[in-house]
Protein backbone atom coordinates (compact mmCIF):
# COMPACT_ATOMS: atom_id res chain seq x y z
CA UNK A 1 0.00 0.00 0.00
CA UNK A 2 2.62 2.06 0.66
CA UNK A 3 6.66 1.84 -1.26
CA UNK A 4 9.41 4.19 -1.60
CA UNK A 5 7.21 6.44 -4.06
CA UNK A 6 6.47 9.58 -1.66
CA UNK A 7 9.58 8.86 0.33
CA UNK A 8 7.78 7.79 3.59
CA UNK A 9 9.16 6.73 6.59
CA UNK A 10 7.79 2.80 6.19
CA UNK A 11 6.77 0.45 4.36
CA UNK A 12 2.81 -0.89 4.26
CA UNK A 13 1.15 -4.19 3.14
CA UNK A 14 -2.35 -4.98 3.37
CA UNK A 15 -2.65 -8.22 5.34
CA UNK A 16 -6.97 -8.38 5.73
CA UNK A 17 -9.68 -5.95 5.33
CA UNK A 18 -8.57 -5.10 8.87
CA UNK A 19 -4.71 -5.31 9.63
CA UNK A 20 -1.79 -3.93 7.48
CA UNK A 21 1.54 -4.78 8.49
CA UNK A 22 4.23 -1.87 8.51
CA UNK A 23 7.97 -2.66 7.60
CA UNK A 24 11.12 -0.31 8.73
CA UNK A 25 14.37 0.04 9.14
CA UNK A 26 17.03 2.11 10.79
CA UNK A 27 20.75 2.03 12.22
CA UNK A 28 22.64 4.96 13.30
CA UNK A 29 26.48 5.66 14.50
CA UNK A 30 26.65 7.19 18.23
CA UNK A 31 25.20 10.37 18.77
CA UNK A 32 26.98 11.27 22.01
CA UNK A 33 29.94 8.50 23.71
CA UNK A 34 27.37 7.24 26.66
CA UNK A 35 26.18 3.14 24.89
CA UNK A 36 22.83 3.37 27.27
CA UNK A 37 21.89 6.78 25.85
CA UNK A 38 22.99 6.02 22.54
CA UNK A 39 21.05 2.39 22.59
CA UNK A 40 17.78 4.57 23.78
CA UNK A 41 18.32 6.83 20.97
CA UNK A 42 18.79 4.93 18.38
CA UNK A 43 15.99 2.56 19.37
CA UNK A 44 13.45 5.53 19.45
CA UNK A 45 15.09 6.46 16.02
CA UNK A 46 13.78 3.28 14.59
CA UNK A 47 11.08 2.89 16.17
CA UNK A 48 9.59 6.87 15.27
CA UNK A 49 8.93 5.30 11.78
CA UNK A 50 5.86 3.23 12.87
CA UNK A 51 4.16 6.67 14.32
CA UNK A 52 4.87 8.47 11.59
CA UNK A 53 2.59 6.04 9.75
CA UNK A 54 -0.44 5.95 12.38
CA UNK A 55 0.90 2.40 13.26
CA UNK A 56 1.54 0.94 16.58
CA UNK A 57 4.88 -1.20 16.82
CA UNK A 58 4.53 -5.46 17.56
CA UNK A 59 8.02 -6.61 17.27
CA UNK A 60 11.52 -5.25 17.01
CA UNK A 61 15.37 -6.76 15.67
CA UNK A 62 18.43 -5.78 16.76
CA UNK A 63 21.18 -4.56 14.07
CA UNK A 64 24.13 -4.34 15.40
CA UNK A 65 27.69 -3.65 14.32
CA UNK A 66 30.16 -3.71 16.87
CA UNK A 67 34.14 -3.52 16.81
CA UNK A 68 34.83 -6.45 19.24
CA UNK A 69 38.36 -6.18 19.16
CA UNK A 70 38.71 -2.55 20.22
CA UNK A 71 36.06 -2.19 22.49
CA UNK A 72 34.79 -3.34 25.82
CA UNK A 73 31.41 -6.10 25.33
CA UNK A 74 30.19 -3.95 28.17
CA UNK A 75 29.49 -1.19 26.37
CA UNK A 76 27.90 -3.45 23.59
CA UNK A 77 25.49 -4.52 26.69
CA UNK A 78 24.69 -1.52 27.84
CA UNK A 79 23.52 -0.25 23.97
CA UNK A 80 21.54 -3.44 23.72
CA UNK A 81 20.31 -2.71 27.29
CA UNK A 82 18.83 0.72 26.13
CA UNK A 83 17.29 -0.11 22.94
CA UNK A 84 15.72 -2.94 24.83
CA UNK A 85 14.52 -0.43 27.33
CA UNK A 86 12.72 1.83 24.50
CA UNK A 87 11.16 -1.68 22.96
CA UNK A 88 9.54 -2.55 26.01
CA UNK A 89 8.13 1.14 26.79
CA UNK A 90 6.96 1.41 23.35
CA UNK A 91 4.94 -1.83 23.89
CA UNK A 92 7.06 -4.02 21.50
CA UNK A 93 8.63 -7.41 21.80
CA UNK A 94 12.33 -7.33 20.98
CA UNK A 95 13.03 -10.98 19.32
CA UNK A 96 16.65 -11.22 18.65
CA UNK A 97 18.65 -9.51 15.96
CA UNK A 98 22.00 -9.79 14.56
CA UNK A 99 25.73 -8.75 15.17
CA UNK A 100 28.78 -8.12 13.15
CA UNK A 101 32.02 -7.00 13.73
CA UNK A 102 32.91 -3.50 11.83
CA UNK A 103 35.10 -0.61 12.72
CA UNK A 104 32.73 1.59 14.24
CA UNK A 105 30.09 0.95 16.47
CA UNK A 106 26.29 1.33 14.89
CA UNK A 107 22.89 0.23 16.11
CA UNK A 108 19.43 0.29 15.19
CA UNK A 109 16.41 -1.83 15.09
CA UNK A 110 14.14 -3.72 12.20
CA UNK A 111 10.56 -2.91 13.43
CA UNK A 112 7.14 -4.47 12.35
CA UNK A 113 4.11 -2.90 13.26
CA UNK A 114 0.44 -2.63 12.62
CA UNK A 115 -1.82 0.11 11.11
CA UNK A 116 -5.83 -0.41 9.86
CA UNK A 117 -5.82 -0.36 6.49
CA UNK A 118 -8.23 3.28 6.14
CA UNK A 119 -6.30 4.65 8.97
CA UNK A 120 -2.76 4.80 6.99
CA UNK A 121 -0.79 7.99 7.16
CA UNK A 122 1.51 8.88 4.87
CA UNK A 123 3.88 12.65 4.27
CA UNK A 124 1.62 13.09 0.75
CA UNK A 125 -1.95 13.99 2.08
CA UNK A 126 -0.95 17.37 3.56
CA UNK A 127 -4.38 19.74 2.11
CA UNK A 128 -4.31 23.87 1.73
CA UNK A 129 -5.55 25.38 4.97
CA UNK A 130 -3.88 22.39 7.41
CA UNK A 131 -1.48 24.04 9.62
CA UNK A 132 1.47 22.28 10.60
CA UNK A 133 2.84 21.11 14.31
CA UNK A 134 6.30 20.17 14.81
CA UNK A 135 6.29 17.90 18.39
CA UNK A 136 10.23 17.96 18.80
CA UNK A 137 12.78 20.98 19.21
CA UNK A 138 15.09 21.02 16.26
CA UNK A 139 19.26 21.24 16.39
CA UNK A 140 20.47 17.91 17.65
CA UNK A 141 22.85 17.38 14.72
CA UNK A 142 24.64 20.56 15.57
CA UNK A 143 24.92 19.89 19.51
CA UNK A 144 26.16 16.53 19.04
CA UNK A 145 28.90 17.44 16.87
CA UNK A 146 29.42 20.48 19.20
CA UNK A 147 30.15 18.07 22.06
CA UNK A 148 32.23 15.72 19.69
CA UNK A 149 34.74 18.63 19.04
CA UNK A 150 34.73 19.90 22.73
CA UNK A 151 32.98 23.39 21.57
CA UNK A 152 30.50 21.91 24.48
CA UNK A 153 30.54 20.10 27.49
CA UNK A 154 28.39 16.89 27.42
CA UNK A 155 26.80 17.65 30.63
CA UNK A 156 25.31 20.55 29.07
CA UNK A 157 23.42 18.20 26.68
CA UNK A 158 22.68 15.16 28.91
CA UNK A 159 20.46 16.93 31.54
CA UNK A 160 17.90 18.56 29.67
CA UNK A 161 18.41 17.40 26.03
CA UNK A 162 19.02 13.77 25.63
CA UNK A 163 15.68 12.58 27.89
CA UNK A 164 13.88 14.49 24.77
CA UNK A 165 15.73 13.20 22.09
CA UNK A 166 15.34 9.82 23.36
CA UNK A 167 11.40 10.24 24.31
CA UNK A 168 9.05 7.91 22.07
CA UNK A 169 6.95 9.54 19.53
CA UNK A 170 3.92 6.90 20.51
CA UNK A 171 2.39 9.71 22.57
CA UNK A 172 2.31 12.77 20.27
CA UNK A 173 0.66 10.14 17.16
CA UNK A 174 -1.74 8.63 19.78
CA UNK A 175 -2.92 12.29 20.59
CA UNK A 176 -2.79 13.44 17.27
CA UNK A 177 -4.80 10.23 15.98
CA UNK A 178 -7.57 11.23 17.47
CA UNK A 179 -7.80 14.67 15.13
CA UNK A 180 -8.34 14.83 11.19
CA UNK A 181 -4.24 14.13 10.94
CA UNK A 182 -3.78 14.31 6.99
CA UNK A 183 0.01 13.60 6.82
CA UNK A 184 2.62 12.79 9.19
CA UNK A 185 6.49 12.31 9.03
CA UNK A 186 9.36 12.20 11.22
CA UNK A 187 12.00 14.72 10.76
CA UNK A 188 15.31 12.54 10.82
CA UNK A 189 18.18 13.42 8.71
CA UNK A 190 17.00 15.46 6.24
CA UNK A 191 16.83 18.84 8.45
CA UNK A 192 13.39 20.43 8.38
CA UNK A 193 13.72 22.00 5.29
CA UNK A 194 13.70 18.56 3.76
CA UNK A 195 11.07 17.06 5.09
CA UNK A 196 8.49 20.07 5.03
CA UNK A 197 9.95 19.96 1.09
CA UNK A 198 8.83 15.73 1.31
CA UNK A 199 5.31 16.87 2.42
CA UNK A 200 5.10 20.03 0.06
CA UNK A 201 6.04 17.44 -2.99
CA UNK A 202 3.89 14.32 -1.77
CA UNK A 203 1.04 16.62 -1.19
CA UNK A 204 1.63 18.55 -4.62
CA UNK A 205 1.10 21.75 -2.18
CA UNK A 206 3.27 24.71 -0.87
CA UNK A 207 4.17 25.07 2.99
CA UNK A 208 4.82 28.33 4.67
CA UNK A 209 6.90 27.79 7.91
CA UNK A 210 7.02 30.62 10.40
CA UNK A 211 11.09 30.90 11.60
CA UNK A 212 10.31 32.73 14.41
CA UNK A 213 7.78 29.54 16.25
CA UNK A 214 10.41 26.74 15.41
CA UNK A 215 11.49 25.18 18.69
CA UNK A 216 15.08 25.28 18.87
CA UNK A 217 17.31 23.29 21.89
CA UNK A 218 19.31 25.22 24.05
CA UNK A 219 22.55 25.98 22.28
CA UNK A 220 22.02 24.89 18.60
CA UNK A 221 22.06 28.30 17.33
CA UNK A 222 25.07 29.51 19.03
CA UNK A 223 27.05 26.90 18.24
CA UNK A 224 26.04 27.56 14.34
CA UNK A 225 27.51 31.18 15.88
CA UNK A 226 30.30 30.07 16.89
CA UNK A 227 31.52 28.25 13.06
CA UNK A 228 29.78 24.51 14.41
CA UNK A 229 28.67 22.74 11.59
CA UNK A 230 27.23 19.21 10.24
CA UNK A 231 28.39 17.34 7.27
CA UNK A 232 24.73 17.02 5.83
CA UNK A 233 24.16 20.65 6.19
CA UNK A 234 24.94 21.40 2.48
CA UNK A 235 23.56 18.30 0.81
CA UNK A 236 20.26 19.08 3.03
CA UNK A 237 20.42 22.85 1.28
CA UNK A 238 20.98 21.36 -1.71
CA UNK A 239 18.32 19.17 -1.14
CA UNK A 240 15.71 21.83 -1.18
CA UNK A 241 17.60 24.46 -3.45
CA UNK A 242 15.53 26.10 -6.11
CA UNK A 243 12.50 24.99 -4.21
CA UNK A 244 13.02 26.61 -1.16
CA UNK A 245 12.82 30.88 -0.26
CA UNK A 246 13.54 32.53 2.85
CA UNK A 247 11.54 35.65 3.15
CA UNK A 248 12.73 35.99 6.59
CA UNK A 249 15.78 38.21 8.59
CA UNK A 250 17.78 35.31 9.19
CA UNK A 251 21.34 35.53 9.98
CA UNK A 252 23.33 32.80 8.43
CA UNK A 253 23.46 30.77 11.67
CA UNK A 254 19.62 30.70 11.86
CA UNK A 255 19.27 30.00 8.34
CA UNK A 256 21.88 26.74 9.05
CA UNK A 257 19.06 25.61 11.52
CA UNK A 258 16.43 24.56 8.80
CA UNK A 259 19.21 22.26 7.35
CA UNK A 260 20.57 20.68 10.89
CA UNK A 261 20.02 16.95 10.67
CA UNK A 262 17.94 15.51 13.42
CA UNK A 263 18.70 12.41 15.46
CA UNK A 264 15.32 10.68 16.61
CA UNK A 265 13.35 13.92 15.70
CA UNK A 266 9.83 14.94 16.55
CA UNK A 267 6.80 14.00 14.12
CA UNK A 268 5.62 16.74 11.92
CA UNK A 269 1.87 16.96 11.68
CA UNK A 270 -0.60 17.93 9.70
CA UNK A 271 -4.20 18.51 10.64
CA UNK A 272 -7.06 21.39 9.32
CA UNK A 273 -6.47 24.67 10.96
CA UNK A 274 -9.56 24.85 13.24
CA UNK A 275 -8.20 21.83 15.25
CA UNK A 276 -4.41 22.98 15.71
CA UNK A 277 -5.15 24.76 19.75
CA UNK A 278 -7.45 21.73 20.44
CA UNK A 279 -4.34 19.13 19.23
CA UNK A 280 -1.76 21.10 21.05
CA UNK A 281 -3.83 20.98 23.95
CA UNK A 282 -3.64 17.45 23.76
CA UNK A 283 -0.84 16.70 22.93
CA UNK A 284 0.46 19.15 26.36
CA UNK A 285 -1.69 16.49 28.54
CA UNK A 286 -0.08 13.79 26.96
CA UNK A 287 3.41 14.66 28.45
CA UNK A 288 4.34 16.05 24.61
CA UNK A 289 5.62 19.75 25.80
CA UNK A 290 7.50 21.34 22.81
CA UNK A 291 4.74 20.94 20.41
CA UNK A 292 4.89 23.71 18.43
CA UNK A 293 2.65 24.88 15.40
CA UNK A 294 5.31 25.91 13.17
CA UNK A 295 3.45 26.47 9.72
CA UNK A 296 0.78 26.31 7.46
CA UNK A 297 -0.09 24.54 4.14
CA UNK A 298 -1.50 26.67 1.23
CA UNK A 299 -2.14 26.21 -2.11
CA UNK A 300 0.33 26.72 -5.15
CA UNK A 301 3.63 24.82 -6.53
CA UNK A 302 5.39 22.50 -4.33
CA UNK A 303 7.75 24.78 -2.03
CA UNK A 304 8.71 26.46 1.21
CA UNK A 305 8.56 29.54 2.44
CA UNK A 306 10.40 30.62 4.86
CA UNK A 307 8.26 34.16 6.80
Known amino acids: MVGF????????????????????????????????WFG?????????DIYAMGGRPLTALNL??????????????????GGYDK???????????????????????????????????????SQPGDALILTKPIG???????VRSEKMDYKEIEKDILPSVAALNGPAINAALEFGLHACTDVSGFGIAGHLFEVADGSKAAVRL???NLPIYPGALEMYRKGETTGSNPANRRMVQGNIEIK??????????????????GLLLSVPDFQAEALLSALAKAGVNSATRVGEVVEGAPAIAVV
Open 210 to 212: KYS
Open 140 to 146: TGVLFNA
Open 40 to 48: QIAAANSIS
Open 64 to 81: VMFPSKHLDMGMLREILR
Open 248 to 265: ASLSRGEEELLFDPQTSG
Open 5 to 36: ETLDDAAVYRLTEEVAVINTVDFITPPVDDPY
Open 87 to 125: VVEAGACLGGGHTVDDEEPKYGLCVNGVVHPKRIVTNAG
